[in-house]
């Protein structure tokens, strides 16, 4: 029987957790083996699109064989940062904009890539996008997002616009269902190019599907928040996501709690350390 890709990139996974388990932190790997691989995917996804029954206009929205392709609104706005890591997200924007590795290609208005300040050392990750979200192209945009920019204003003291904010998925899961285990892994090397163009000190995982995420675990929630772990040199702090909070406000003291965290590691009452 033939491995699918799915299950080779889990075994993979498996694999090199075994090996980090058993003490093994660094790979040395074969930089042009993985260049050739990357060029190799991007030529698939265009080849795929030419394949397409129909091409996909830029700024125009079309549907390709059930997929919908329409350009990046994070493209755009990561445009008008200046530097290298604004130029190759907007780059990587685009390319989302035409991703179909997972069906929600097919049922999103668009995709959901990030914003706020690519230059940022604090990176927010949050779970997927919502109808807000979807309708217009940014992550945290309704209820949930005025909620967060209301802790990160009032309370943490930083613009919200200082903070680069993502999810895990890019495109919305039907009626804001949970993402799916084979969707998260589809939107797996986005998710991860994306930490390593930021290059973040702090990421905060908002909820427990960006906390497992980052730290590999299937712990809930409650029993990831609460301190900062140290995960391949970064630092993380997990907490509840927004729409959780809305929903039970008595939460609002612990995430508190897990913000402090993050304004103590900057030093409180200090802007945020903004690079070029
Ligand atoms: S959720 Fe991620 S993997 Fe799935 S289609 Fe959207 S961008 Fe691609």
Known sequence: ?????????ENLRKKLQGMKNAGVNDLIV?????????????????????AAPSKAAPSQKTINAGAVFVESQAAKKLGAYGGER?????QMARDVAN????????????????????????MFIGEAPGA??????????????????????KGMQYNPDDVYICNVLKCRPP???NPEPDEIEACRSWLE????????????A????????????????????????DVGGRKVVCTYHPAYLLRTPSAKTETWKDVQIVMDYFGRGKPLPMRV
């Open 1 to 9: 029987m033939i491995d699918t890709p799915h299950t080779i990139a």
């Open 30 to 50: 074969d930089k042009k083996a993985a260049k050739l691989a990357t060029m190799a995917k991007q030529k698939r996804i265009k080849n795929d699109l030419k």
């Open 86 to 90: 604004a130029k190759r997200l907007a």
């Open 99 to 122: 991703c179909a590795q997972c069906q929600l290609c097919s049922v999103r208005t668009q995709t959901v890539y990030s914003r706020g300040n690519p230059n940022s050392p604090l």
């Open 132 to 153: 807000d979200e979807d309708a217009q192209g940014f992550p945290f945009v309704g209820r949930a997002g005025k909620l967060l920019d209301d802790i990160v204003a």
């Open 175 to 177: 009626n804001n269902r």
């Open 193 to 204: 190019a994306q930490i390593e163009i930021i290059d973040p000190v702090v990421i905060v």
């Open 206 to 229: 908002w909820g427990k599907f960006s906390a497992q995420w980052l730290l590999q675990s299937d712990a809930p929630i409650g029993k990831l928040r609460g301190r900062m772990w």
